[in-house]
């Protein structure tokens, strides 16, 4: 990985070209660069100045590979890599130097001098919508990926943007909460990975993000911009406000905001009368423009404009196998993988075969080649293997972000012509009336429209069809047909929407937006004759609010209720659902929210879940790949898989005990769901287009799963901020961040809780032996530093791979808690090193500690401050498996 620090385009030659350019500047030309504008063909745009030789700056969304909106650009297609979170599983700061080089280079072919990219958020609570963007929870490791990541991008030539600044740790009405978070937490978590991404990986520029801190816009915020980013952290690129995160015109100026993207019409012209009347100063915009010229002309990007070039293909494609198989975490295995001997294998999972388990949003690429785990697996095991493919569910779509129920499965539906689904009629209007827009057969009613239905943002499965643009705002829609239960008793129906709905069956009103339905006596004959027709209709109830939308606080939020009606076997019900997206927030950000979903009585499954369970029960070994939906602009609502996955997997297991469930998700899910342990459990994390190759590499042994937990995986909601309103996902518009520094593995130390999967937990094909540790001061170590990189000792023990056959570990170094009087966790990650032996092969193996690692955020002098004494050190394969240990005098 090469070094790239700041100075290699921060230096006094660069200042003095900014300086001549800057001369030649009229005070108009200056606002306009300082203004981003609208340009489809880019994901943010800003206009150069031509006379000066200075080039547009053509920015890529990221920071999963290089997001390509011009579609005749490479087809639109880039090489799709991995999530972030599998690359932070590496725990390999080479392998992140590849996957940032995969993205410098692409940018560059496809017309780009910005990659929007790496997010080094902190995974506050596991159900952030953009936990796969992030590097996990812990602020060594997304520094130590994040600056490989930055250099990799910036040794193409390429601008690297890190983002989000700051304390961006939820989707969740993500454009207006307020971050209540104390300034020891602030700076111990979630800044020190921008710190190192600034003094270590010399990233060019910063993207200022959506929500408040501390009262304040994070994009106006002069103590976050000026006091942390540029007097502290020394940053001397620019930053750039989120699309349409900037709110003012003079507050965000004088506070350090250098570009506002796009022009939402707060500076441009406003920026310049704010000059003019003595609002802003000149001096003040010429700053922004030194600051965004600075890396511009520092990384070559005026003599080497970027443009259309090759792609690389073939090469990104083997690195994004690489990375996928380097970050797959074996969770647990008894002994079923590699897979041995076994020639009929049941595939089980609503993407199987098809590459569309990946985050969503404006981190989505278009992939430029698609290895499917079908086709994988055949290519592994060969013509001779039999592959029974079953899907098991419907397609996972945007409608998993929806709380309440999950959706009543499609095989309970027919149309009136027959088919299985719903005959569904779509309007533009908010009306159902004249001849519908659209008109198609759906499988499920779960819409989820607006921004997660804007073209290359949606992530659904490959079966999944997302319905024309037109209909992402205010719109209209009719469901009919039949729904036939298989077992007479109470169905729970839990109808989630944010507009208005009306529900019949057979004619008769069940359920409307927010009033009760008819009396049970009304509805007696819904169940039929017999004993158990029984009707047990009641009025609809609101179940507790649960805000997921995106807006800025005063937008409509999603209701779920329910209404329980006795239905009888066999018997037809007609179906009628009229629903329209008339809610006053609904627009085309904000469109549909409707899911018709319930709770059956115990035992009632899809059909599509038997198929699987018989198939699994032929097959000589299963293999259940489950997925989840996540993406930018709203959080999950639950841990649970969406779509009835969770039944798939349980009544899989019970059928075949030689299972390998593989979870394909970009944050923890619930693992406990299931009544049993698969034989073996594989995180595969969304592992991008080559996931194919890597999955089956990894199932037969031809690869190591080589990733380790980069996050803890908690048993529950309750073990996380997420346990309470207040600390997630907030009340009156402001979330309490009262855990403090006790996040991840921190807290659940701390409290003494048990994940089901501690951080950096991952087992292998081989077996490892630590030994002989040995801890040596630094001759010359200061014993008031602080710094992050100022060493005080050095960890040294034997490695040993004991196994039979070559593989990778990863050997971590946790500090104890320091000897200080305040909240601390009993063992912080110290340090790392990913280590490759082969059979036998033992390595002596050091790792450096720092002075930084030593040291806490004193907040009674505002800075950073040492412990004395001696602190407790332990080497281990896991922040809960630590098998050797010493001290350290600090």
């Excluded at 899910?669 to 592992?687: I, R």
Aim: aromatic content about 6%; hydrophobic content about 40%.
């Amino acid at each position: 990985m090469a070094e790239n620090p700041s100075s290699s385009w921060d230096n006094p030659d660069t200042d003095q070209r900014v300086e001549q350019l800057l001369a030649q500047m009229t005070l108009e030309e200056k606002v306009a660069f300082a203004t981003g504008d609208l340009n489809f063909d880019y994901g943010f745009f800003a206009h150069g100045l031509e006379r000066l030789g200075i080039p547009d700056i053509q920015m890529a969304d990221g920071p999963a590979g290089v997001r390509i909106n011009k579609g005749d650009v490479h087809d639109g297609r880039a090489t799709a890599l991995p999530a972030p979170i599998a690359l932070a599983a590496t725990w390999d700061e080479d392998l992140a130097g590849d996957y940032g080089g995969v993205v410098g280079a692409e940018c560059r072919a496809s017309d780009h001098n910005v990659s929007l990219g790496p997010a080094v958020d902190i995974a506050r609570v596991p159900l952030g919508g953009r936990t796969f963007e992030s590097y996990g929870e812990d602020p060594l490791l997304a520094s130590r990926i994040g600056v490989g990541v930055v250099r990799g991008i910036q040794s193409q030539g390429i601008q690297a943007c890190a983002k989000h600044f700051a304390i961006n740790n939820q989707e969740d009405h993500r454009s207006s909460i307020d971050a209540i978070v104390d300034e020891r937490a602030m700076h111990e978590l979630y800044l020190q990975p921008f710190e190192a991404l600034v003094q270590d990986g010399g990233a060019a520029s910063f993207m200022g993000s959506f929500n408040r801190v501390g009262g304040t816009y994070a994009c106006e915020n002069p103590e976050l911009l000026r006091g942390v980013l540029r007097d502290r952290f020394g940053f001397r690129g620019w930053i750039m406000s989120d699309y349409g995160a900037n709110h003012s015109t003079a507050p965000a100026a004088n506070a350090g905001l250098d570009q506002e993207q796009p022009n939402e019409g707060f500076w441009g012209g406003q920026l310049r009368a704010a000059v003019e009347n003595g609002e802003v100063s000149e001096a003040t915009i010429d700053e922004k423009v030194r600051n965004i010229l600075r890396p511009l002309i520092g990384l070559g990007q005026i003599e080497e404009p970027v443009g259309i070039g090759d792609m690389g293909a073939d090469a990104h494609h083997e690195t994004a196998r690489r990375i996928a198989e380097a970050g797959m975490v074996l969770l647990r295995n008894d002994g079923l993988l590699p897979l041995q001997g076994a020639r009929r294998i049941a595939l089980i999972g609503p993407d199987v075969d098809a590459t569309t388990a990946h985050g969503g949003g404006s981190s989505m690429v278009k992939p430029a080649r698609e290895v499917t785990p079908l086709d994988g697996l055949r290519a592994a095991l060969g013509a001779d293997a039999e592959i029974d493919v079953v899907h098991g569910t419907d397609p996972v779509t945007p409608g998993a972000l929806l709380p309440g129920a999950d959706p009543i499965p499609s095989a309970f539906f027919r149309t009136p012509d027959g088919e299985v689904g719903l005959h569904a009629e779509y309007w533009t209007g908010t009306e159902p009336q004249g001849e519908p827009f659209h008109v198609r057969t759906d499988r499920q009613i779960d819409l989820m429209q607006g921004f997660h239905n804007f073209p290359g943002f949606n992530a659904a499965s490959a079966r999944y069809e997302p319905l024309p643009g037109e209909l992402n705002g205010q719109m209209s829609a009719r469901w009919s047909g039949s729904l036939t239960v298989p077992v007479t008793g109470t169905y729970r129906f839990t109808i989630t929407h944010l507009g208005r709905y009306s529900l019949e069956l057979d004619g008769r009103l069940v359920a409307r937006s927010g009033v009760g339905g008819p009396s049970a006596e009304a509805l007696a004959d819904l169940a039929g004759p017999g004993p158990e027709a029984q009707e047990q209709l009641g009025e609809v109830q609101d179940a507790p609010e649960t805000p997921y939308g995106w807006g800025d606080g005063g937008e409509g939020e999603a209701v779920v209720e329910e209404i329980a009606v006795t239905l009888r076997a066999g018997r037809a019900y007609e179906l009628r659902l009229e629903y329209s997206a008339n809610h006053p927030s609904q627009g085309f950000l904000l469109g549909a929210r409707l899911r018709l979903g319930w709770v059956p009585p115990a035992g009632v499954v899809s059909p599509s879940v038997g198929e699987a369970a018989a198939a699994a029960a032929r097959a000589d070994a299963a293999v259940v790949v489950v997925r989840t939906y996540e993406a930018e602009a709203d959080d999950r609502p639950r841990l649970n898989l969406p779509n009835g996955q969770d039944d798939l997997v349980r009544a899989v297991l019970a059928a075949n005990p030689r299972t390998a469930v593989v979870v394909m998700s970009g944050a923890p899910v619930d693992l406990t769901a299931w009544g049993a342990q698969p034989a073996a459990l594989l995180q595969a994390w969304f592992p991008g287009q080559a996931q194919g190759d890597a999955l089956a590499a990894v199932l037969t042994g031809a690869a190591e799963p080589g990733g380790r937990l980069p996050l803890s995986l908690p048993a529950s909601l309750d073990q996380t901020p997420a346990a309470h309103p207040r600390t997630y996902p907030g009340v009156d518009g402001k979330v309490h961040y009262d855990e403090g520094v006790l996040v991840g593995y921190r807290g659940l130390d701390h409290g003494g809780l048990d994940p089901v999967y501690p951080f950096g937990h991952g087992l292998g094909y081989t077996s490892w032996e630590y030994s002989d540790l040995e801890v040596t001061a630094a001759a010359d170590a200061d014993a008031a530093a602080t710094g992050r990189s100022t060493a005080v000792a050095t960890v040294s023990f034997t490695l040993t791979n004991t196994g039979g056959r070559a593989g990778s570990t990863v050997a971590q170094v946790y500090i104890g808690a320091l000897p200080v009087d305040l909240p601390m966790p009993p063992r912080q990650l110290a340090g790392f090193a990913k280590v490759h032996l082969e059979a036998g092969e033992s390595r002596r193996v050091s790792i450096p500690i720092t002075a930084r690692a030593v040291s806490w955020y004193d907040v009674g002098i505002h800075d950073w401050a040492r412990a004395h004494g001696d602190v407790e050190l332990s080497v281990g394969r896991s922040s809960r498996d630590l098998v050797l240990t010493g001290s350290l005098r600090a």
